[in-house]
Structure formats: structure tokens, C-alpha cells
């Protein structure tokens, strides 16, 4: 116990410092104001640090440094090209994501040992062959990855979503004795609780880097957890990481209906239209409040999803029916709440 209250002091400090630094110096800094930012909503009138990239770059750095060192160049990758779109230095969304592509080609063609249990035979057996497992597990990331950028719009929503989907995994962890993520798991709970307090008053951000570095370790454990015992159904695994991915997914297919491009931010995810309609209802003077409350209101969701899914981790109809409701309450809630903006 106190060498857990030790640990949380010496992150809340380092992060607290680094912060001050970030500002101090006009380093990776939030444009809020700028009309290409997905927190266009907040309008902040001060600077906030996307100080998440650094803060978790280094602690991820130390924790896996001896777990496996491809592993840890492939995710400092990650955090090394979403500094770089924080830094303003690769604001193309197509080539950061073709970059994404070609670090998870390395990566996948040189780990053979990672591959995914749909439990469906058919994509089972075309992930035999090395080329459609690289390219169906690149596919994963990618959408993963993608999708919880879309989902880091207001305060607490990705950064608490991370925290809860890393609790269940270590509730997996410790039942299964899977001991080589256990400490690991630990410690990234603990660094993102004290992330999640600032966050929610809106002191600092993830910011790209942390989205992109934190999303590929996650699918990494993920999967991991799943390959470890047949009695996890791979369809759990799904549930932790179903919001995300659809989000992507909608998003697509609601920019196309619109014919907006795809790679351009907006401000009509539903997150967003949940502050909106937040906004208007209460009028509420403090945003942030209103962005750590529309976090908190769709994790508290999910985390219901997430607690029914792991009383029946093995029981892949239940995951599927969990799924499938979160995806209907998602459109349901997006098309009430456009309609009720547009009135």
C-alpha cells in the first residue's frame, strides 16, 4: 500500500512538473482556437500542455525496457510520430496514417507470434498465411488506433476509457496468472489515474503521441490476454475495445453520406454532439466541466458493458449481445441528439 501511494506521488509530481514546463517553455501546447482542432468546443482562453506524450513515452519506456526491446521501439514509434503532429511538424492525417501502416508491417512481419482468434474458421485459416495475417492484424491496429484519437475530443473520455479498459485486463491478468503484464498493467493504471484528476479540469491532454503510443500497447496486451487461455473469448476483448472502433467506423460512413472528407476533423462525433447538447441544455459557464462530464457519462456506460463482459469472459454469445447493444444505444443517442441540436 505504500509503495503504491509512493508511486502515485512520484507520478502526480513528474507529471505536475512537466507540465509547467510544457507551458513555460510554448512546447506541445493545445491550438485549441484553431478551426483543424477536434477541442475546438472547449475554446480555451489559456495554454494546455499535450504533456500526455512525453509523460507516458518515458513511463511505458521504463516499464517495458525489459520486457522486449522491439516491442518498446515499435510503440516509441507510435509516441515519436504523434509528437510529431503535436509539434505541428506532420499535420497530414494520410501520412501520419500510412506511416502507422509501414511501423505495423515491420512490426507484424518480424513477430510472428502475434495473431488474432476470431473464432471464426474461415478468417482463422487465412491468417496461416503470413501475408493476410500481417495485413488483417495491421487492420486491427490501425482501426484501433484511429479510433481512439476520434474519441479524444473532451476531457476524461479516451484518457478514463484507457484506465477502465486496462482494469478489466488486469482483473484477466491476476485470475489467469498471466504474470508478464501483471506490474506492467499496474504501474500504466496508476500513471493514468493521476493523468485523469488534471485531465478532468482540464489541465493537460493526451495529446496524439499518448492516443497513438497507449492504443498499440493496450491491442498489444489485448491481445496477448486472449491467446493466453481458450477460456477468454476473444469476443470480450471486442467489448473492451467495441467504442473505439465504431466510432471510426461511423465516422466514416457518416463523412461519406455527408461528402466530407474523411481525413478532416469535425466536430460532430458523438462526444461532441453530447457537449453540444450539454451546452445548450445547461449553460453551464465552465466548458471543461461539461467536457469531463460527457466523459464520464459514456464511460459509465461502457463500464457496465465492460463489468456484464467479464462475469461471462468465456461466453462469446453474451459478448456478441453486449456489443450489438452498445452499437444500437450508440446510433440511437447520436440521431436523438442530432435531432434535438437541430430544433
Known amino acids: 500500500m505504500e509503495n503504491s501511494l509512493n508511486l502515485l506521488l512520484i507520478f502526480f509530481l513528474f507529471l505536475l512538473t512537466l507540465n509547467y514546463l510544457l507551458i513555460k517553455f510554448n512546447i506541445c501546447i493545445d491550438k485549441s482556437l484553431k478551426n483543424t482542432s477536434h477541442k475546438l468546443l472547449l475554446k480555451l482562453n489559456h495554454p494546455v500542455p499535450l504533456s500526455g506524450t512525453i509523460y507516458f513515452a518515458l513511463i511505458c519506456f521504463f516499464v517495458f525496457l525489459n520486457f522486449n526491446i522491439f516491442f518498446s521501439l515499435v510503440f516509441l514509434s507510435f509516441f515519436l510520430l504523434g509528437l510529431l503532429s503535436d509539434l505541428n511538424f506532420t499535420n497530414s492525417p494520410k501520412l501520419r496514417l500510412f506511416i502507422q501502416f509501414i511501423i505495423l508491417l515491420f512490426f507484424l512481419y ?66 489467469f496468472n498471466i504474470l508478464n503484464f501483471e506490474d ?7 500513471s493514468l489515474s493521476i493523468f485523469i484528476v ?32 481458450r477460456n477468454i473469448s476473444p469476443y470480450f476483448i471486442a467489448n473492451l475495445l467495441w467504442y473505439p472502433a465504431f466510432e471510426n467506423l461511423f465516422t466514416i460512413i457518416r463523412r461519406i453520406k455527408s461528402k466530407k472528407k474523411n481525413y478532416l476533423p469535425d466536430n460532430e462525433h458523438l462526444h ?28 459509465l456506460y461502457l463500464s457496465l458493458s465492460y463489468f456484464f463482459g467479464f462475469i461471462y469472459y468465456s461466453k462469446t454469445n453474451i459478448q456478441i449481445i453486449l456489443i450489438l447493444l452498445g ?5 440511437f443517442t447520436y440521431f436523438q441528439l442530432e435531432k434535438k441540436l437541430n430544433e
Not at 184 to 190: A, D, M, N, W
Not at 273 to 298: A, D, E, P, Q
Open 184 to 190: 506492467s498493467v499496474l504501474i500504466l493504471i496508476f
Open 198 to 229: 488534471l485531465n478532468f479540469f482540464g489541465k493537460n491532454f493526451l495529446g496524439d503521441g499518448a492516443v497513438y503510443g497507449l492504443s498499440f500497447i493496450i491491442g498489444y496486451i489485448l491481445i496477448n490476454i486472449s491467446l493466453s487461455d
Open 327 to 331: 452499437i444500437t444505444i450508440y446510433v
Open 110 to 175: 518480424y513477430n510472428k507470434s502475434i495473431i488474432i482468434d476470431t473464432r471464426i474458421e474461415l478468417l482463422n485459416n487465412l491468417m496461416v498465411n503470413d501475408f493476410f495475417r500481417v495485413f488483417i492484424i495491421s487492420f486491427f491496429f490501425l482501426v484501433l488506433i484511429n479510433g481512439f484519437n476520434f474519441i479524444d475530443g473532451v476531457n476524461n473520455l479516451c484518457s478514463l476509457n484507457f484506465l477502465i479498459i486496462l482494469f478489466f485486463s488486469y482483473l484477466l491478468i491476476k485470475n
Open 272 to 299: 461532441q454532439m453530447l457537449f453540444k447538447y450539454l451546452k445548450k441544455r445547461f449553460k453551464l459557464k465552465k466548458k471543461f466541466l461539461i467536457s469531463s462530464l460527457v466523459g464520464i457519462i459514456i464511460n
